[in-house]
Nanobody, 123 residues
Framework: QVQLVESGGGLVRAGDSLRLSCVAS????????MAWFRQVPGMEREFVAF????????HYRDSVKGRFTISRDDAKNTVYLQMDSLKAEDTAVYYC????????????????WGQGTQVTVSS
């Protein structure tokens, strides 16, 4: 059974950095495309970043391009989200997503979710 466990969230000030981590178990990680999503209470969960199995393909939502970087370490079964120049509008619960398939429609089909980690950015 797939298990995704996030860590690294917290309370920071605008302009600060955070690095989120997600450790996967129960899967062959080096074949596993991964992503990060986020959700604000009362809003739909939204895509943040995607990385394919090799790390050669990465996608970002426009509002985080140039500030966030997704990466993976297959030896540690871990995907990261480095978040720099954080803004108050980045405040959300961040979810790790596993076995993520980009759709022709522009969305992503997610087969596994983590439990989420809270990121709060004070202005």
């Amino acid at each position: 059974q797939v298990q995704l466990v996030e860590s690294g969230g917290g309370l920071v000030r605008a302009g600060d950095s955070l690095r989120l981590s997600c450790v996967a178990s129960g899967v062959t990680f080096d074949n596993y495309p991964m992503a990060w999503f986020r959700q604000v209470p009362g809003m739909e969960r939204e895509f943040v970043a995607f990385i394919n199995w090799s790390g050669a393909v990465r996608h970002y939502r426009d509002s985080v391009k140039g500030r966030f970087t997704i990466s993976r370490d297959d030896a540690k079964n871990t995907v990261y989200l480095q978040m720099d120049s954080l803004k108050a509008e980045d405040t959300a619960v961040y979810y790790c997503a596993g076995d993520v398939i980009p759709q022709l429609s522009g969305g992503y089909d997610v087969r596994a979710w983590g439990q989420g980690t809270q990121v709060t950015v004070s202005s």
